[in-house]
């Protein structure tokens, strides 16, 4: 086969797949998540007009940063972006892989990009994506040992994700294990521009750590197991990744020692992406059982770990093969297989197309009845973050719209407008907020403009139904 072919097979299948992840997200009417994927996309689109998001710690700064510019264009184009990113990871990994087989370059896309979780969160503008791209470009500048442009990099990891602090230690360890002392302030650079432009907004020179919004108390969402948080990690990454994985970490040590001519490129992964991959799943599996730091049991959050775990996995499986004497006709079938698992993990994980569910959909009608009573003027209270989206108002100007965090005295004694609607929610209600529903329902200002209910009933954490109700003052 034709050598310039073989170099454009795997961009023409990441492509492919970026384009039918975007395509995917056009055409879905639900959103799978209508909290958190919806609130960066507001942070990030009304950054412009309220520079301030620019620091909000749970927006993430270097997402809202780089995101808002398509963040303009409306929620789907939050997609294009985490296609976007991905694109670049896969460019990273090929960096590593041209060196260990033509097979892995034409594995690399799918078990990367149709890693289940990864690709749903591409679909839904989450933060996960940026993290791990941002990571892994901090591995291929160490393996180019550009060791200061790599500091750099790391200290940006922390206003892209909490999972730096795993990942930000091993590059610093690095840097100190390999006497490259000059490189290492500069790993100290992210956090401290957010500090000084913190200052420079609040006057708080430690608004780092004054604002972290995970802070370090017990999560309301209690403890869980960790074994069980573990072996669910398979949602993330998918068996096909896991198997990949997991053999390339029984097989390191032999590889390391046998495969001479790439044993500094084995050496970086395994300690700069294989290592912290490792560490994530761990940290992760400790907060949900020590129940802290906001833990709510979330595998999705793995998803950071996939752009570190894929090109650590079949490199060390490439040279392998190639050490033990493989053809390429061996190399294609792997290929082959580890393409075709990907697609069997992602499709069991559920269509990339959705519809809206029972939830979504009774918050739906729960906003319709808000957009067509609300007249100009009326705030709305909300619990959730999807209402302001989906009703067209901008969640961040108090004369719009306000969250119901913070606002509990507000809430309790009524709206200080006439006109003024409330939205409360079962999940996020009584949970996030701390508004009971009877805090609502026996206001005798408040009147209830609809209860609205999913057809097949469920619970939520708390052991409530799920419903919604709007009210009016």
Known sequence: MDGRLVRWLPWALAIVIAGVLIGARFASEGIREAGDGVQHHMIARYSWKHPELLLDQWGKPMFTLLASPFAQFGYNAMAVFNALVGLVAVALSLAFL???????????????????????????GMTEILFGTMALLCVHLIGEERYRAAAVVGSLTPLCRPEYIVF????????????RFSALPWCALGIGMYSFFGFLHTGDPLLWWHGDP????????????????????????????????GLALVIWPI??????????????????????????????????????????????VLVTAVPLAVPFGLFTLGRALQLAGGTAMHGSVLASGLVVGSMVSLSAQGRLIEDPDDQQSIINAACDVIAK????????????????????????????????????????????????????DAALGPNECAVDLATLRDNPALTVLGVFAPRRGHFVFGGRPYETWVFQR
């Not at 802070?215 to 949602?235: A, H, M, N, Q, V």
């Open 214 to 245: 995970y802070g370090s108390g017990e999560s309301i969402y209690g403890k869980g197991d960790p074994w069980r948080f573990i072996l669910d990690s398979t949602d993330a990454f998918g068996w096909t990744l896991v198997i990949v994985f």
């Open 373 to 424: 009573t609300r007249k100009p003027g009326d705030r709305v209270f909300t619990t959730h973050p999807y209402v302001p989206f989906r009703v067209g108002l901008d969640g961040f100007d108090g004369e719009q719209s306000r969250m119901l965090w913070g606002f509990h005295d507000e809430v309790d004694e009524g709206p200080s407008r006439p006109g003024d609607i409330i939205f409360w």
């Open 168 to 179: 930000l230690p091993v590059v610093g360890g690095w840097l100190l294990w390999n006497r």
């Open 255 to 300: 590889i390391w020692s046998k495969d001479r001519e790439e044993r500094k490129t084995h050496r970086v992964l395994f300690f700069t992406a294989a290592l912290p991959a490792l560490g994530i799943v761990a940290v992760h599996a400790y907060l949900r059982w020590s129940g802290t730091h906001g833990s709510a049991g979330l595998t999705r």
């Open 98 to 124: 041209r060196r260990a087989g033509t097979w892995t370059t034409m594995a690399l896309p799918a078990l990367l990009m149709l890693a289940p979780q990864y690709a749903h969160l591409v679909i839904d």
